[in-house]
């Protein structure tokens, strides 16, 4: 079965980086996502990574996937206020029904607090 | 244009109405979603739209109407709503295979069942 565990709750010093992390279970997954949801909004994607890769970095963003270990970690450089907010990791297949959509499994969440 | 719009943004309603929540998106993506979100919870998917048909329905209770007109729209219908159904109802589109799975997700509507 599909089961994406992160922790719920993070707080960093602005300036300071950030290391949200998340294990998965399903080791056939093709790519892993990071979305990011401020309040009262709907889900943004940040950035994935293929299940190939060990590595991605984007800009202040940096992906780390341990495939034997099944754990996906995100590092948030130079944390900005702004940056407060709720981080889900989430795991897809690569084709659920044939016909091009994708089911993603969510993480619950961990709720990043930035202290000025 | 990647933008998934949702509307309404709030909507209240009594158990015994009925009413729509309606989605639109004009990037080309032939999947659509609803997914549910509960305060402090991960969002749950609720249908899949392929190609206009309905792929997947996660057993959801058939007061939850799901409809896809055409290739851009998607709506729920609602009726005789339970108090513990208010959420915030989220709509998402992806283009499909051969990309990275992408989903693109609307801002979500708010329903308050009374």
């Known amino acids: 079965g599909e089961d994406v565990e992160q922790s719920l709750f993070l707080s960093v010093r602005e300036g300071d980086s950030s290391v949200i992390n998340c294990t998965y279970t399903?080791?056939?997954?093709?790519?892993l996502y990071w979305y990011k949801q401020e309040p009262g909004a709907g889900l943004q994607l940040l950035t994935y990574?293929?299940?190939?890769?060990d590595m991605k970095q984007d800009q202040r963003l940096t992906v780390l996937l341990n495939k034997k270990d099944k754990h996906l970690s995100l590092r948030i450089a130079d944390t900005q206020t702004g940056d407060s907010a709720i981080y889900f990791c989430a795991e897809t297949l690569h084709t659920y029904s044939g016909a091009g959509s994708y089911q993603l499994t969510f993480g619950k969440g961990t709720k990043l607090s930035v202290i000025p | 244009d990647t933008e998934v719009t949702q509307t309404p943004k709030h909507l209240v309603m009594g158990m015994t109405n009925k009413k729509s929540l309606k989605c639109e998106q004009h990037m080309g993506h032939r999947a659509m979603y609803w997914y549910k979100q509960k305060a402090k919870k991960p969002p749950e998917l609720m249908f899949v739209?392929?190609?206009?048909?309905?792929?997947i329905n996660e057993s959801v209770p058939s007061r939850f109407s799901p409809e896809c007109p055409n290739s851009s729209l998607l709506n729920l219908h609602l009726h005789a709503l339970q108090p513990e159904d208010s959420a915030l109802y989220l709509c998402?589109?992806?283009?499909?295979?051969?990309?990275?799975?992408?989903?693109?997700f609307g801002e979500g509507s708010r329903l308050t069942v009374l």
């Open positions: 739209y392929s190609y206009e048909k309905l792929s």
């Open positions: 998402a589109s992806s283009q499909g295979t051969g990309n990275t799975g992408e989903l693109f």
């Open positions: 399903d080791s056939s997954s093709t790519y």
């Open positions: 990574i293929f299940s190939n890769m």
